[in-house]
């Protein structure tokens, strides 16, 4: 495994640290922070002028300030006082599309807009940073946005009839920066975006520290995208999303996240925590996370997912607690759109330890992740490739997860002898539970080349009648020291399975299938 190196942020005092840079009080500026008088000309004159003048800090204190779109500018820092919230009109007409010309040619899949509350675009050494709130108050502005869609005002044409809701175009982010470099966002709450809650693409130097982030007001609402950055710090975030946690995409074929530090975060979501894709064109390199806590969690802990031709290497995930949570694991490498598939490999998992429940774990929430359209027993973690294209060098290590059991045949079944069953899908949506009901309870192998389990440990909490672990079309096996539970047999099953390296306490777990 190549050794994972994370470029330091290079924050000048005179960029960040304020002590050399002249303060801007709204209130001298005709800013009324009363939650009804709309702000949004005055404070956009604010931040053109501090921009203008080379640089500065607009200080918000206590107060709400409502506002439309601002467009963030270079050298402009925005600070929250303590009960100082920045309020996000429900008005659609206060919302600007912001155009940004010179952004790269991206992947045929667009669910992007460049509408949100703070929009930022070629901007350098800004942050957004104190001890208040911003607030998008996404529901009400998305019904908004639904109501002006069935009126005929304003005719969303990617409706989503099915869902019924507006398609992600229709709806703004909380932010959206572009092409930015040298950006700092700590210290805040922010909250109820009416889509994505913080998108990031194509920005150098991105630093979000310390941050709570509450997105759970309508569909779609990750907690944050980061998407095709380079050199990006991600520390001591707490995150409530109704979509993915905290999410890597790659939208463009000649550019990757690269160098990417994820830890001492806390997620709850009604889909993955962390997760690579499902935006995959460029690809994802030299990724470390470390030292996250995932509870009541729908989906996965760990997704990594390339399905639109992009390349994923490099990629470190340790010290993982996942409570309540449906899948610990799930490696997919898929062929949806590009040219042709891209790759996955040098993928090392160590240090983890999950639960995952009988039942949904988001029975509780208001907004619950979509149910399938099958019966399954409990699923165990896919790792997967398609034909010709295996997934390569997968390490999983100190690894401890807790299944469910209760599997019946009643419920769904796939025969030992039938492995070919489960489909290949190779151009669909990428999710743990894309194969449908799996042969087995722990981990689904298919099309990989060199993987290895070493101090692992399973558990079931009731009992189930298929086996631990199904390797089907794998080349390159090693497990040591893997503890499964003691009264069970026959629990790794090989399926055009060749090199295998197994310690000699697995010898009675072997089962070939020809």
Aim: aromatic share 10%; glycine share 8%.
């Amino acid at each position: 495994m190549k050794k994972i190196v994370i470029i330091q942020l290079f924050l000048l005092v005179s960029v960040w640290g304020f002590a050399e840079i002249k303060q801007y009080n709204v209130t001298n500026w005709g800013i009324i922070g009363d939650s009804k008088t709309l702000n949004t000309e005055a404070l956009q004159a604010i931040i053109d002028k501090v921009s203008f003048e080379k640089g500065g800090q607009v200080v918000f204190p206590k107060g709400i300030y409502l506002t439309g779109s601002l467009r963030l500018k270079s050298n402009v820092h925005l600070y929250f006082e303590k009960e100082a919230v920045l309020l996000g009109s429900t008005n659609l007409y206060d919302y600007e599309e912001v155009q940004m010309p010179g952004r790269p040619t991206q992947g045929d899949r667009d669910d992007n807009s460049q509408m949100a509350l703070l929009v930022a675009y070629k901007a350098k050494n800004f942050s957004i940073s104190g001890k208040g709130r911003i607030d998008g108050q996404g529901r009400a502005l998305a019904l908004n946005i639904d109501s002006l869609h069935h009126i005929g005002e304003q005719i969303d044409p990617k409706y989503n009839v099915k869902r019924m809701r507006p398609h992600e175009t229709a709806r703004p982010k909380l932010f959206r920066f572009s092409m930015c470099e040298n950006i700092m966002i700590t210290g805040l709450e922010l909250q109820n975006s009416a889509c994505w809650g913080l998108s990031f693409e194509l920005c150098h130097n991105l630093k979000i520290d310390h941050i709570k982030v509450l997105n759970r007001a309508y569909w779609n609402n990750d907690g944050m995208d980061i998407t095709d950055c380079q050199n990006v710090s991600v520390t001591n975030c707490n995150v409530n999303s109704a979509d993915d946690g905290i999410c890597l995409k790659s939208y463009y074929p000649d550019f990757a996240n690269d160098s990417i530090y994820i830890a001492n975060c806390t997620i709850r979501t009604s889909a993955s925590a962390v997760k690579f894709g499902t935006a995959s064109y460029g690809g994802f390199k030299n990724v470390k996370i470390e030292n996250v806590k995932v509870y009541d969690t729908f989906r996965s802990a760990i997704a990594i997912e390339s399905v639109d031709g992009g390349d994923i290497e490099n990629i470190e995930v340790s010290n993982v607690i996942a409570e309540n949570t449906g899948n610990p694991i799930f490696i997919r490498l898929g062929h949806r759109a590009g040219e042709k598939p891209g790759t996955i490999k040098n993928i090392y998992i160590h240090d983890m330890k999950c639960q995952v429940p009988f039942g949904r774990p988001d029975t509780d929430y208001d907004m619950r992740g979509p149910a399938v359209s099958f019966f399954h027993n409990p699923l165990p973690s896919p790792i997967a490739g398609i034909p010709g294209h295996n997934i390569e060098n997968v390490r999983i290590e100190n690894v401890e997860i807790s299944y469910p059991g209760r599997a019946s045949k009643g419920m769904a079944y796939v025969p030992l002898s039938r492995l070919e069953q489960v489909p290949e899908k190779i151009r669909d949506y990428p999710e743990f539970s894309m194969f449908y009901e799996l042969p087995s309870w722990a981990f689904y192998v298919r099309h990989v080349k060199n993987i290895s389990f070493k101090n692992v440990t399973l558990k079931l909490d009731d009992s189930d009648f298929r086996p631990a672990f199904v390797f089907d079309e794998v080349e390159g096996i090693e497990m040591n020291e893997v503890n499964l539970p003691a009264e069970m047999k026959g629990q790794l099953v090989f399926k055009n399975a060749e090199d295998r390296k197994l310690d000699s306490q697995l010898d009675k777990q072997e089962l070939e299938i020809n």
